[in-house]
């Protein structure tokens, strides 16, 4: 499998292909390709995904036993 790489944009749910590369991709008419989506992540995104992760991780290691200090 040879992978076709380009940066697009979303509009109302359609992935735009660039000119140059629709004509690369007619050679694939009517035949099933795999898609997958990678969106551009800001640095914000990405302060986002490790504050998400550390709670995550952080309240995996509490114990039903530490409900007791939530009463203080």
């Keep these: 499998m040879r992978a076709i790489e380009f ?5 109302k749910n359609r992935i735009l292909i660039p000119k140059m590369m629709q004509e690369r991709l007619k050679t694939l008419d ?3 390709i795999r898609v997958m989506i990678l969106p551009d ?7 986002l995904v490790l504050k998400e ?6 309240l ?13």
Excluded at 53 to 58: N, S
């Design 41 to 47: 992540e800001t640095e914000a995104d990405g302060d």
């Design 60 to 72: 995996n290691g509490y114990a039903d036993s530490d409900s007791i200090y939530d009463n203080y």
């Design 53 to 58: 992760l550390t709670t995550e991780q952080f």
């Design 7 to 11: 940066k697009s944009k979303l509009s």
């Design 30 to 32: 009517e035949k099933s």
